[in-house]
């Protein structure tokens, strides 16, 4: 299959096209900027440009038959984004991306979504994909407001989706150009041996899960044509805290934290039931939380080691 990949330049986009190519599909990126870990693989198409740009867009689609959109310029937290600069960017970006894909005939979409921000404060014993939706978030809004949309263009023309609702991947590359990724967080202030900001007292409780098992869900559905929406998620929660303490332990390097106020946008407990994802795509987190740091921390290290290198 020909796949397009909207932000493929990024941290969860550079796994997947590594595992869509593995998978022996073909890969096209759009992204307006370059990968920042690696050099540029020759076995994928590159091409730049904003979603925002209608004809850079209309060129990225043609004869493509799988669009996956990873692209957002917010995150829950984005400092100084305006709520009408999200809606601009990401939603109506998105919009003009769906009727793109109409006119080139590509029939299907796979967007990443999101399990921790469109869910807000848990009301129900289980977190899964019909738990009410109350983001508390304009990245939250935008994000269900975007899931909306590409149920409409399903409903008039038959576009077959994919909606992954992902709670906190990590792993190696994700060393943001937002401020997201806890565990990238902490394992980058080890490494610098600077304390790391935590909003709130750290007894917020989240799921993890490792960014290659992430990828592998994508594939797995595309292959399958499974069509729907499918949270994603370690399946178990942890305390900020003691992901802190874990992080401590297999660095061998405890780390200082700087507990500051809460934020209004992260709810207290977040852990996504992941078993649809499982009844349907046969899918179940695969790395175990330890083994996955333990990838994360090997990887910052050598790119420090490189870096200290090529400054020499
Ligand atoms: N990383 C997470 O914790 C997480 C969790 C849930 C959902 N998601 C969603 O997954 C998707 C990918 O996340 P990521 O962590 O890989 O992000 P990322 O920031 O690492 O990658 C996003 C890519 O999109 C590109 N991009 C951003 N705005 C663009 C624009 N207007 N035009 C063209 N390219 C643009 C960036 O250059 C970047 O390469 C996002 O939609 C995000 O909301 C991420």
């Given at each position: 299959?020909?796949?397009c990949v909207l932000g493929g330049n990024g941290f969860i986009g550079s796994h997947l096209t590594d595992a869509l190519l593995q998978a022996g599909h073909e890969v096209r990126v759009f992204d307006r900027s370059p990968e920042r870990h690696r050099q540029p693989s020759p076995a994928i198409e590159r091409t730049y440009?904003?979603?925002r740009d209608v004809v850079a867009l209309r060129n990225a689609v043609v004869g493509i038959?799988?669009?996956v959109h990873l692209i957002s310029s917010s995150a829950p937290a984005t400092p100084g984004i305006e709520p009408a600069e999200d809606v601009t960017?990401?939603?109506v970006g998105t919009l003009?991306?769906?009727e793109m894909?109409?006119?080139?005939?590509?029939?299907?979409?796979?967007f990443l979504?999101?399990?921790?921000?469109?869910?807000g404060d848990q009301v129900r014993p289980s977190i899964d994909e019909s738990h009410p939706t109350d983001p508390l978030s304009s990245y939250g809004i935008v994000k269900l407001a975007t899931e909306k949309y590409i149920q409409l263009f399903h409903r008039l023309h038959g576009l077959e989706f994919t909606i992954f609702r992902p709670s906190n991947p990590y792993g190696e590359r994700q060393l943001g150009r937002q401020r997201v990724g806890l565990i990238s967080a902490a394992l980058a202030a080890t490494l610098r041996a600077e304390p790391l900001p935590i909003w709130g007292d750290g007894t917020v409780i989240r799921d993890f899960f490792y960014v290659g098992d992430l990828a592998e869900a994508i594939v797995t559905a595309v292959e399958r044509g499974a069509s729907g929406i499918f949270n994603l998620g370690g399946g178990q929660g942890i305390a900020?805290?003691?992901?802190?303490?874990?992080?401590g332990r297999i660095t061998g390097r405890p780390l200082r934290v700087h507990y500051g106020p809460a934020r209004p946008v992260d709810p207290h407990s977040n852990v996504l039931d992941v078993r649809h994802a499982e009844a349907v795509l046969g899918w179940r987190p695969r790395t175990p939380l330890d083994a996955g740091i333990e990838r994360t921390w090997n990887w910052l290290r050598a790119e420090a080691r490189a870096a200290s290198t090529d400054r020499a």
């Open positions: 299959m020909r796949f440009g904003d979603l038959d799988v669009v960017g990401n939603l003009r991306l769906l894909m109409r006119e080139a005939r590509c029939r299907r979409i796979i979504s999101s399990g921790g921000a469109i869910y900020v805290n003691d992901v802190i303490s874990l992080v």
